[in-house]
């Protein structure tokens, strides 16, 4: 497992979100808002483009989705920002991504039962099972003192292609895509836990 290769994966994606993040951040924290009213925004704005997405309303569904789902790279970079980070900040944060995750693919099984494609809602039930043990692996590994940021795709990648997919109205495909990686990614990341706890 090339476990050197995945943290410059990761020190990329923090990069690239500071270089986006920074300079609105510093015009939110102008304004008072807080990083948990964020977060509470973020998770509002997604289940807003859930709701169109399963509607029918694709394109605007997946704008709002992707729109929403910018939030939840703002808050993090809001609270160091501003000095407020909290453990509960932390939680909320984690949970709401979880549930807004949920929502959105909930959304789009709906959308495919209602187009009558099994492929459809199964991709999605997939997409919810991996996605999750995804980031179920990484709190189960943080929870016993391993550090797990490595990830091939994690909740990020998992966003854009459903938004960019249901944009397009390629939903499938996108499930399809999000499921095969998710699935890559949850091996990898049973994988590097065996690999650090060997011994143990």
């Known amino acids: 497992m090339p476990s050197n290769t995945q943290p410059k994966l ?3 994606r923090r990069k690239l979100a500071s270089a986006i993040a920074g300079p609105v951040v510093k015009l939110i ?3 008072g808002i807080t ?3 964020l977060t509470w925004f973020g998770f509002i704005v997604v289940l807003s483009g859930a709701a169109l997405a399963g509607a029918g309303f694709n394109i605007a569904g997946g704008l709002v989705i992707l729109a929403g789902a910018a939030c939840d790279m703002f808050d993090g970079a809001l609270a160091r920002h501003t000095g407020k980070t909290s453990r509960f900040g932390a939680v909320l944060d984690s949970t ?3 549930a807004s995750e949920g929502a959105v693919l909930i959304a789009l099984a709906y959308l495919m ?3 009558e494609s099994l492929l459809g809602v199964t991709l999605a039930a997939v997409v919810m099972l991996f996605s999750f043990l995804v980031s179920y692996i990484r709190s189960r ?3 016993i003192g391993l550090e797990l940021k490595d990830g091939l ?3 990020s990648e998992r966003v854009i292609v459903l938004g960019l997919g249901i944009i397009i109205n390629q939903v499938i495909i996108a499930l399809a895509i999000v499921a095969f990686f998710s699935i890559i990614t949850t091996v990898q990341r049973l994988t590097l836990v065996w690999f650090k706890t060997r011994g143990n």
Do not use: V
Request: charge should be neutral; aromatic fraction near 10%; hydrophobic fraction near 35%.
């Open 153 to 155: 795709f994690t909740r």
């Open 35 to 37: 990083p948990d009213m």
């Open 96 to 98: 709401l991504d979880r």
């Open 10 to 12: 990761e020190k990329f």
């Open 29 to 31: 924290a102008k304004t």
């Open 141 to 143: 590994a943080e929870g």
């Open 113 to 115: 039962a209602s187009h």
